[in-house]
Structures are given as structure tokens and as C-alpha cells.
């Protein structure tokens, strides 16, 4: 059973700050790390996903994440915010079997960038 | 850019009715999903098809039915809608072994009063 932890369910930074968005996984088996966002009243969009190699992937808008596997983690980070970053952001993982469009999403952060 | 298209993107009904939500998508895929998002923003899967095929029926109450004509297109029809339907249902579309990189669409937001 796959599991997805997002620990901070709000984020409120300031424009020009840096941000890191958590997520810890649970999975025995090989998988798919990916993150995705969701500004109000929208569907989901994909920012980046990771699969093997370079642990640091780079995604749209300026935003990467860093896989580690001992620590089971996929955290989001950006280094300086706009305004328009508010969204609530999904982590989300799937197994490398056949099925890779079942995501497991963990629950969203909400991250409000104050002007 | 949208290319996956739902239709309609609001509808309040009442207990008992029914419902039908429509998706295409026009990015060449041959895999469409269903997932539902909660009032709390919890999202779940609930149907896959691949080139018209059931390939995940997630644990959804039988009034719940996928419909798809071709690999293009994906509806969820939901024959005597319960209070807890409300919700946004959310269309997605990848190619088979899409790697976890699903595309959404806007989302149908149903609420039953």
C-alpha cells in the first residue's frame, strides 16, 4: 500500500521568500515521485515528477524537488515566490508497474504568498 | 493551455436524479482517468480506461458508470446522485505507462442538495 504524508497543511511566506513544501512517502516498491498544483477553482497541473538519476529535478515556474531515499522524502522547494505561487500543491506517487496513472495523492498544502 | 475539456463545469441537483459528466481530451492519449476530490481536497481515483477499456474500477458505489466511445473520450454517469456525490470530479488523461505525469482537466463541481 502506498502512503503520501504532506505534514504542513497551510504555508504563509512573503513575496521574494524561499519556500520548501514536505512530503514523506511509504512504498516497498520502485515508483514514480511527482508533484502537482492546483490554483482555486482549477484542475491539477504537473510540475515535475521523478523516477531515477539525478536526485534534484527540475520543474516549471522554477520549482525542483529533491528525492532522498533514506529519508523517504520528495520535498518541494522554490527559491524566491511570486504572488501568483498561491495554489494548493500535491505530492503524489505511483508504482512503475503498468498502471502509472493510479496516483496516490498525499493531502495538499496550501501555500499563500502575501504581496 | 487546456486540453482536456469537461463539461459542464457546475451542476446542483437533488437527491435522486441523475447525472452525466462528459470529458475529451484532444492530446492524442489512449488512457483517461476519473478522480474524485472531496470537499477537504482529497483527491481518489476512481475509474482508468485505455483505448475504451476498464483498467481500474476503484471501490465506487455501483450507481457510478464510465462511458467511453473512443480513446478520446471519458463519461461518468451517476444514476441516482446521494448528498455524499458532492463533489469535483476531475478528468485526466495520459498515454499508457504515463509515469505518474497525468493531464487534468477543470473539473465538474457537483453539489446535491
Known amino acids: 500500500t502506498q502512503t503520501v504524508s504532506q505534514s504542513d497543511a497551510h504555508v504563509t511566506v512573503f513575496e521574494g521568500d524561499s519556500v520548501e513544501l514536505r512530503c514523506n512517502y511509504s512504498y516497498g516498491g520502485s515508483i514514480y515521485l511527482s508533484w502537482y498544483i492546483q490554483h482555486h477553482g482549477h484542475g491539477l497541473q504537473f510540475l515535475l515528477k521523478y523516477y531515477s538519476g539525478n536526485p534534484v529535478v527540475q520543474g516549471v515556474n522554477g520549482f525542483e524537488a529533491e528525492f532522498s531515499k533514506s529519508d523517504s522524502s520528495f520535498h518541494l522547494r522554490k527559491a524566491s515566490v511570486h504572488w501568483s505561487d498561491s495554489a494548493v500543491y500535491f505530492c503524489?506517487?505511483?508504482?512503475?508497474?503498468?498502471?502509472?496513472?493510479?496516483?496516490?495523492f498525499g493531502h495538499g498544502t496550501i501555500l499563500r504568498v502575501h504581496p | 493551455e487546456t486540453a482536456v475539456f469537461q463539461t459542464p463545469n457546475y451542476h446542483v441537483t437533488q437527491v435522486g436524479n441523475e447525472v452525466s459528466f462528459n470529458c475529451k481530451q484532444t492530446?492524442?492519449?489512449?488512457?483517461m482517468y476519473w478522480y474524485k476530490q472531496d470537499s477537504k481536497k482529497l483527491l481518489k481515483i476512481m475509474f482508468s480506461y485505455n483505448n475504451k477499456q476498464l483498467i481500474v474500477n476503484e471501490t465506487v458505489p455501483r450507481r457510478f458508470s464510465p462511458q467511453s466511445s473512443d480513446k478520446a473520450h471519458l463519461n461518468l454517469r451517476i444514476k441516482s446522485v446521494e448528498p455524499e456525490d458532492s463533489a469535483v470530479y476531475l478528468c485526466a488523461s495520459s498515454y499508457w505507462g504515463g509515469a505518474g505525469q497525468l493531464y487534468f482537466g477543470e473539473g465538474s463541481k457537483l453539489t446535491v442538495l
Open positions: 492530446l492524442g492519449h489512449d488512457t
Open positions: 503524489a506517487v505511483s508504482d512503475t508497474g503498468a498502471n502509472t496513472g493510479k496516483l496516490t
